[in-house]
């Protein structure tokens, strides 16, 4: 992990008493520096919201719940960008689930197209055979980093990721309860972010 990462996953903001209630604006302000606590109050108060957006969108339970976590990973890696003054937080999510999800499908739908042309693949552009080996070499490095996760949570992030099942599929599998398991998942992607090298 590098160092700059693990020090930010060290600062972590705590409610100085039990009826603070942060503002959303504050939640992503504290996650852009790696608050760990920041981000899983976001998860909690995005989470079903985002995924039914996805859902909406792509009309696959399993694809969705894959879609929401790399969602909330952009969210994760990219809330230092995020500017209340272009709107709010609840529309800046929403629009990062919107274009995961159209992203989502259209990724979907060229795969297909390519596999109909597999006879005129040399022919192919040649940035279209750039995005290709550069999207096998970022899956490289995710699967590299996917090995620095405790077995629990790479247990369940191969599971949700990888093998398409849903948070309830997934609790039943490792006989955990659904809560755990999403906060394995959320652990996780705060971790891969780490590996990732992605900053603040």
Known sequence: MHGGAQQRGQRRWRP???????????????????????FARLYDAFADRIFGLVKRVMRDPAQSEEVTQEVFLEIWRTASRFD???????????????????????????????????????????????????GRLERQQVRRCLETLTMLQHESVKLAYYQGYTYSEVAGLLDAPLGTVKTRLRDGLIRLRDCLGVTA
Do not use: K
Request: hydrophobic share 35%; aromatic share 6%; no cysteine.
């Open 16 to 38: 100085a008493n039990e009826e603070a209630s942060p503002t959303p604006d504050e939640l992503v302000s504290l996650t852009a520096l790696g608050d760990e606590y920041a």
């Open 84 to 134: 209340s003054s272009r709107g709010s937080v609840a529309a800046w999510v929403m629009t990062l689930a919107h274009r995961r999800a159209v992203d989502r499908i259209r990724s979907a739908q060229a795969s297909t197209e390519r596999d109909t042309r597999v006879a005129y693949q040399e022919d192919q552009p040649f940035d279209s055979v750039s995005e290709e080996v550069t």
